[in-house]
Structures are given as C-alpha cells and as structure tokens.
C-alpha cells in the first residue's frame, strides 16, 4: 500500500465562495461570515491515505466548529457549492461529513450489531472490524497504516512554547483547538465498500461512516465553519522522503528557527513551505 500513499495534498481550486487560499493552496481561510467555508481536496483520496489539517486560526463569536468529511462527488463538476457541508451536501448524496465538537467526538460501536455481524460471517472478527492501536511509530486502524509523527501538533516557537510543548506531548489538545490536527482515512472493508475513520490529535474517533462504496473516486471534504477560521493541510509521508520535503530539511538544518525563513531570499511560496510541516 505504501507505493501508491504519499501525495503532496492541496485544497481544490473549487471552494466555498467565503474560502480563500494560500498560493501554495495548503492554507484556507474563510475570510467573511461563518459560512461558504467548504474545500475539498485537490485529488482523490488512496484507500487508507489520511488528509489531515491542522487548526491555523478561530474567530470568537460563532457557534460550531470544523467539520470533514469524504465525497464521491467531483468537485470539479459542482456548478455551485453548497453553503453548508451539513446538511446542504450530504443531502446532494454520496457525501459523508462529521462535525467535530468540543467534546465527544469519539463514535461508540452498537456491541448488538457488531456481534451478529460476526455470526453472520462465522465469527470472523478480525476481518470485519477495524480495531485500531498504536506503535511506536504508526497508528494502525485494521490493516491501514498511518505514520503518527505528524498526527499530533507541536508547538510554534514563541514565549509561551515551552508550556504548550507538554499539552502536545501528553495529546491533551482539545478537538477545536489552535494546532489541534484533524484528519479523515477511509479503510477498506471488503467487497467494494469502505469505513470512515477520524482521527484528532492521533486518536481514532472510530467508523464515523460505513460501507462508503469505493468504486468511484473519493476526495476529502474539509468544512471552515463557524468558530474554525483557518486551517492548514499537513503533509503526512509514507515511506521514502519526496524532493520537495528534502529540500525543505536541508533548509531548516541551517537556520536558527523556522521564523529566521523571513530573513531569506527566498520565493514566498517555498518559505511558507519550509515553515510548516
């Protein structure tokens, strides 16, 4: 599986009308109002290939937050996109979008249909349910596998970093918080269907979504609602290093911190790239 992961993710040129990118088009912002927020991804998702974004910016005021999702819709064929990813797309069909919440995002399993689905397949458990657990160095969620170095936030540098450095290492952050990092995977299930997995701050929310037929494109759907201004995608590698994140290593290995990027003579869109993950 590893071969066909590791795409360099973006945001879809088609938005919602309040989204504005960056020119690297890993940052959106909405830039009026709560709504008209919604982006996709620039190309479809791989099967157990996470888009995963971290919380750049909120704005006081508003009452909700982030929401992500999948779609089997092309954005690219949209002639308008909705206002609101819940419930103006998902009423469209052949969408599927979980509303993150302060609190309680985690997805509880119904133990009475989980059970007869093991009689039904003659107590196969293994191969019906994605049990998810942790490494030392990926999160496994059936038989996907994330590297976890990028799931969690970390700190920017500033005077109180030494403080946020112990929420991120205990993965304390809470959902909608600043730096706290969203991401959604779908993970095969079998006969040409699917699960919808969400993962905050490295933990799996469990199968928000399931038996999502995979026998059409499915791209990520990542809703800037309300209290969530901004969001910036993360780039999560799956086996070798590509070019670009090499270049950008080699970068910051000789700098004092990833803020000194300014001083450089250097195109805007390759310092916002080294300065971020």
């Known amino acids: 599986m590893a071969a066909i992961l590791g795409q360099f993710m973006e945001f879809h040129p088609v938005h919602g009308t309040n989204v504005q990118l960056d020119r690297s088009r890993t940052k959106a912002t909405r830039v009026e109002s709560f709504a008209n927020g919604i982006c996709f991804s620039k190309h479809s998702l791989n099967p157990g290939e996470i888009f995963l974004v971290e919380i750049e910016d909120k704005e006081l005021g508003w009452c909700g937050h982030l929401r992500i999702g999948l779609t089997a819709q092309d954005p690219q064929s949209?002639?308008?996109?909705?206002?609101?990813?819940?419930?103006?797309?998902?009423?469209?069909?052949?969408?599927?979008?979980?509303?993150?919440?302060?609190?309680?995002?985690?997805?509880?399993?119904?133990?009475?249909?989980?059970?007869?689905?093991?009689?039904?397949?003659?107590?196969?458990?293994?191969?019906?349910?994605?049990?998810?657990?942790?490494?030392?160095?990926?999160?496994?969620?059936?038989?996907?596998?994330?590297?976890?170095?990028?799931?969690?936030?970390?700190?920017?540098?500033?005077?109180?970093?030494?403080?946020?450095?112990?929420?991120?290492?205990?993965?304390?952050l809470p959902p909608?918080?600043?730096?706290?990092?969203?991401?959604?995977?779908?993970?095969?299930?079998?006969?040409?269907?699917?699960?919808?997995?969400?993962?905050?701050?490295?933990?799996?929310?469990?199968?928000?979504?399931?038996?999502?037929?995979?026998?059409?494109?499915?791209?990520?759907?990542?809703?800037?609602?309300?209290?969530?201004?901004?969001v910036r995608i993360i780039q999560v590698e799956y086996g070798f290093s590509s070019l670009q994140t090499l270049c950008r290593k080699t970068i910051q290995k000789h700098i004092v911190h990833r803020m000194a990027l300014d001083w450089l003579e250097l195109p805007e869109i390759l310092k916002n790239y080294c300065k971020f993950e």
């Not at 689905?117 to 049990?131: C, F, L, M, P, Y």
């Not at 993970?187 to 995979?214: L, R, W, Y």
Request: aromatic content about 8%.
């Open 78 to 172: 949209l002639d308008v996109v909705p206002e609101y990813s819940l419930p103006d797309l998902v009423d469209q069909g052949g969408s599927w979008v979980f509303a993150i919440t302060r609190n309680h995002n985690k997805v509880i399993e119904d133990e009475a249909h989980e059970e007869a689905g093991q009689a039904v397949d003659g107590g196969n458990e293994e191969s019906n349910r994605s049990k998810s657990f942790f490494t030392d160095t990926h999160l496994y969620i059936g038989n996907t596998c994330i590297p976890k170095d990028k799931l969690v936030g970390r700190s920017r540098p500033g005077r109180f970093s030494h403080i946020l450095d112990d929420l991120y290492k205990t993965n304390t």
């Open 176 to 230: 909608t918080a600043r730096r706290s990092r969203i991401g959604v995977v779908y993970v095969p299930k079998g006969q040409g269907f699917a699960d919808m997995h969400i993962i905050i701050n490295g933990e799996d929310m469990g199968a928000s979504a399931k038996g999502i037929p995979t026998d059409q494109p499915l791209f990520a759907v990542v809703d800037v609602f309300a209290a969530t201004k901004c």
